[in-house]
Every structure is written in structure tokens, then in C-alpha cells.
């Protein structure tokens, strides 16, 4: 079957890294996205790696490792902003997105 | 400006009594879907629309039906609504290249409660 693991909730301090980690079974694989989505309001778009490797954007990165079926978004500088729920989608072989139940992350003081 | 645009946000409806959810997009999408969110299960797809009269079903569509009739429109209906329809749903809209979905935008939701 397709899975999609990602921790349920991380806790981090303003001003820190935090790194939210996601791995990913699939039938066949065309690229991973990662959302944002604060409580009560919709996903937004973060970042799409399909090649291996980090892309930076700002403050969030975003890594994808192919051959271990692994990503991660990396967020630095934390604001009290970025509390919110990040949600890792890997796009399976017939090109549908395959969801994992998303991260809250909590940003202390 | 460039949105999904959903109705109701909110509603409260009781057991059976038929409704529907709009979804419009004024972006030129090819592709539109529904996807409801509950707690600790992430988004699950309903349906999906790859064009105008397109339509196929996602992880969890009993208990709905959908149409495409214009590429703007994508409207979920709920014929017999039950309590556990009672969710958040989204509808999502992405440019559709080579089968490849592209970011999705969401509309804001709307949040059903089925008594």
C-alpha cells in the first residue's frame, strides 16, 4: 500500500531550526510537495522537489532523497507565525497525491 | 485576483436532507478536486476533474456525487448526508501539464456539520 509518515506534533523556540521529516511509499514517484496550513484555514503551497537534493527558499528549505524515500522542510529563524500544521503529499506514478496526516508544529517564546 | 471560491463556509444540516457544496475557480484549471480533512486522518480525495466532463472518483467517495459541466465549476453533492460526513472540505484547483497536478490552490473550506 501507499503510506506517508510524518510526526504528529514538534515543539520549537522562536528564533531556532526546526527540521519536520517525512518518508514516503508509493507506487512509482513523481515528486513531493509540502504545505502550510495554518488552524482553520487551507493548505498553502511551499515547495515541490522531484530530483534529489536541498532547495532553499528564504527561511524553509526542502531536501528529498529518492533513493530512501525521505524529505524534509526545513524552517530557520522561527517566527511565531510559522505555528501551523505542514503537510508532506508525495505524487504516485498515476500522478494523484498521496497525503500524510501533516505535523503541528508549536512555537514557543 | 486569483481564488477558490467555496459556499457555505459554514453549514448545519440534519440526516438526509440534500445539499450542495460550490467550488469555483477563476484561474483556468484543468484540474479541480474535493478533499475533506478530519482530525489525525489528513486530507482524503473524494473526487477528481482532470477537464470538463471528467470526473473520477478519489479515496473516499460514497456518499457523494460531483460534475464538471464548465472548467470553472466543480460542485460537491451530498444526496443523503449522514453524520459521518460531518468535515472540513476543501476544494483544490491546479494547472494540469502531462498529467503532472501541479501546486494545488485551495478554496478556504467549508465545515458541515450533519446532525
Known amino acids: 500500500g501507499q503510506n506517508i509518515d510524518q510526526p504528529t506534533e514538534m515543539t520549537a523556540t522562536e528564533g531556532a531550526i526546526v527540521q519536520i521529516n517525512c518518508t514516503y511509499q508509493t507506487s512509482g514517484f513523481n515528486g513531493l510537495f509540502w504545505y502550510q496550513q495554518h488552524a482553520g484555514e487551507a493548505p498553502t503551497f511551499l515547495s515541490y522537489?522531484?530530483l534529489d537534493g536541498l532547495e532553499e527558499k528564504g527561511r524553509f528549505s526542502s531536501f528529498l532523497s529518492r533513493s530512501k524515500g525521505y524529505s524534509y522542510l526545513l524552517l530557520k529563524e522561527l517566527q511565531m507565525k510559522d505555528s501551523a500544521s505542514y503537510l508532506c503529499?508525495?505524487?504516485?506514478?498515476?500522478?494523484?497525491?498521496?497525503w500524510g496526516a501533516g505535523t503541528k508544529l508549536i512555537i514557543k517564546p | 485576483e486569483a481564488q477558490v471560491t467555496q459556499n457555505p463556509r459554514y453549514l448545519i444540516t440534519v440526516t438526509g436532507k440534500k445539499l450542495t457544496v460550490t467550488c469555483s475557480q477563476n484561474?483556468?484549471?484543468?484540474?479541480m478536486s474535493w478533499y475533506r480533512q478530519d482530525p489525525g486522518l489528513g486530507l482524503r480525495q473524494i473526487y477528481y476533474s482532470m477537464n470538463v466532463e471528467v470526473t473520477d472518483k478519489g479515496d473516499v467517495p460514497e456518499g457523494y456525487k460531483v460534475s464538471r459541466k464548465e472548467k470553472r465549476n466543480f460542485p460537491l453533492i451530498l444526496e443523503s448526508p449522514s453524520p459521518n460526513q460531518t468535515s472540513l472540505y476543501f476544494c483544490a484547483s491546479s494547472s494540469s501539464r502531462d498529467g503532472y497536478t501541479g501546486e494545488l490552490f485551495f478554496g478556504e473550506g467549508s465545515r458541515l456539520t450533519v446532525l
Open positions: 522537489n522531484v
Open positions: 503529499a508525495a505524487v504516485d506514478s498515476n500522478y494523484q497525491l498521496i
Open positions: 484561474m483556468n484549471h484543468e484540474y
